[in-house]
């Protein structure tokens, strides 16, 4: 099924409009283990809205997290200090009424979480400090700062999934000053892609 999708209308199209060839797009199919996870989540290793603060930022959730990492699911956020040891400086907890597992048939399945652990914190403090030292070394290699995705399963290991450039507020304004009085239609955004443009002869 995923071979053939590389062949559905939409992708044939693209490769064409952008003027690729059949042999310079090979497809892929990974198969992953999926991890038994106890609880997951989302880092960011600075306040994106003040990245000067010594804090981290952590949603978790139990089970797992792909319902945190897009901020649908319903979840503990945590305020941690990037000086060791990573005290908690605040946590506020959710009602998490259902997780996802790794369904023995392949994908996810959404489990009912018991009512009395509804409200129970998805990670302890020593979760929290082991999320922040890691976060921290992470972001060191790479040189800024970072929004990691995370797990760790039922033995207690801890899984980097993913990590990526987080991006902060500048805190600078670009281009001439507003005037005082001008009504504001407008504020913010990011660039999602900064597009291509490709010369299809004529005829094609």
Do not use: C
Request: glycine share 8%; net charge neutral.
């Amino acid at each position: 099924r995923v071979v053939r999708s590389r062949f559905a209308p939409r992708a044939v199209f693209y490769r064409r409009a952008a003027g690729l060839a059949e042999v310079d797009t090979p497809m892929a199919v990974l198969v992953q283990r999926m991890v038994p996870a106890r609880a997951s989540g989302v880092l960011f290793t600075r306040q994106p809205n003040d990245p000067k603060a010594p804090l981290l930022l952590v949603t978790s959730v139990f089970g797992l997290g792909p319902e945190a990492s897009v901020g649908t699911a319903s979840a503990d956020q945590l305020t941690v200090s990037r000086r060791a040891p990573h005290t908690v400086l605040e946590r506020r907890l959710a009602r998490k009424g259902e997780r996802l597992l790794g369904s023995g048939s392949g994908g996810v399945q959404r489990v009912a979480v018991d009512p009395e652990l509804q409200l129970e914190a998805s990670v302890d403090d020593a979760d929290a400090a082991r999320l922040a030292a890691t976060a921290l070394s992470i972001e060191t290699y790479f040189g800024q700062p970072q929004d990691i995705e995370w797990t760790i399963d039922t033995s207690g290991t801890l899984w980097v999934l993913q990590t990526r450039p987080l991006r902060v507020e500048k805190g600078e304004a670009a281009g001439e000053a507003v005037p005082a009085d001008a009504p504001l239609l407008l504020a913010g955004g990011d660039v999602v892609w900064s597009g291509r443009a490709v010369d299809i002869p004529a005829g094609k």
